[in-house]
């Protein structure tokens, strides 16, 4: 099985489903690249070249390079989604939600609810996340957590190049609208990803090692340390933490704990930025904590 990183990975589920339906369309700020210039086109394919290539395959009438304005490109892909196509609408850095959260947080993820179900909205959002390339406060933050609160919307965070070629495939054939984070650091890593087009499946726990998944492994160890880029307060990891208390309480023989960045905007200078991120070392030191405590 060849290897490929997560970005040929992405690259491949979005030509593969580009030529197996013909409804689905890529749109976003440089999808194609060289629009309105005298530059050659599909020269840049996306701030980190993920959609490269398919604008030479596709054409523009199906990889649309829209204005620098997040609010219109997911306005647009929501009506699209709703009207018989499936579009994969990028959002350049998740940083920038703020500015199309309404077509988002209150259209797209409530309009099967609001229309009795008898409206789909087959819409993937494209969209960067995570620190650790000095990009700044506006650039380098982890806000998934902030989908996964939206009723109707679904949020994927692929951790491999395998994972990521069929949460997208999936996420493409879904009905409903899903957030797919990609983290900026990790386009370059490489694994085995089949050719053939593949899809995983949402909400199935993937067992990668002996352990079991949460609740079962509390159950067995009575600990936990959830790792968690984004900021620690309403975040995934006090989700977790409050999943474990509720659920597993007396199963615990030490205290949740939790590895996050701090409550604090990402900074820019490196230095203070490697501070920023859980660590290594961070990580491990909790688990020494929770492994040697007695209560």
């Known amino acids: 099985m060849p290897q490929k990183s997560i970005r040929q990975a992405l690259n491949e589920a979005l030509a593969q489903e580009m030529r197996r339906d013909p409804t689905v369309v890529v749109i976003g ?8 210039t005298e530059g050659q086109r599909d020269a840049y394919g996306g701030v980190l070249g993920v959609t490269k290539g398919l604008f030479a395959e596709f054409g523009e009438a199906r990889v649309i390079d829209t204005p620098i304005t997040e609010s219109a490109i997911m306005g647009a892909a929501a009506g699209a989604a709703v009207t018989g196509l499936r579009p994969v609408a990028e959002l350049m850095f998740s940083d920038f939600f703020g500015v199309c959260f309404d077509q988002i947080f209150n259209q797209a993820a409530k309009f099967r609810y609001m229309f009795g179900g008898k409206a789909k909205t087959p819409l993937v959002i494209r969209t960067m996340i995570g620190a650790g390339r000095s990009a700044a406060a506006q650039h380098s933050q982890s806000p998934y957590h902030i989908f996964t609160s939206v009723p109707g919307l ?30 900026k650091l990790m386009y370059d890593l490489r694994t085995e990803v089949p050719d053939e087009p593949y899809s995983i499946p949402f909400g199935e726990a993937n067992i990668v090692r002996d352990g079991d998944t949460i609740l079962e ?47 604090t905007p990402v900074p820019f200078a490196p230095v203070l930025e490697k501070l920023y991120i859980p660590s290594p070392e961070r990580i491990a030191a909790a688990v020494r904590e929770v492994r040697g405590y007695v209560g």
């Open 29 to 36: 700020e440089d999808v194609a690249g060289g629009a309105a």
């Open 154 to 183: 679904k949020c994927v965070v692929p951790s491999n190049a395998y994972d990521a070629k069929g949460l997208l495939i999936q996420a493409i054939r879904d009905d409903d609208p899903v957030i797919f984070c990609e983290h």
């Open 217 to 263: 492994s509390v159950e067995r160890t009575g600990r936990i340390v959830v790792v968690d880029e984004a900021t620690p307060r309403c975040s995934i990891a006090t989700d977790i933490a409050a999943l474990v208390a509720d659920k597993a309480f007396a199963a615990l023989k030490a205290p949740v704990r939790r590895v996050t960045a701090p409550h």
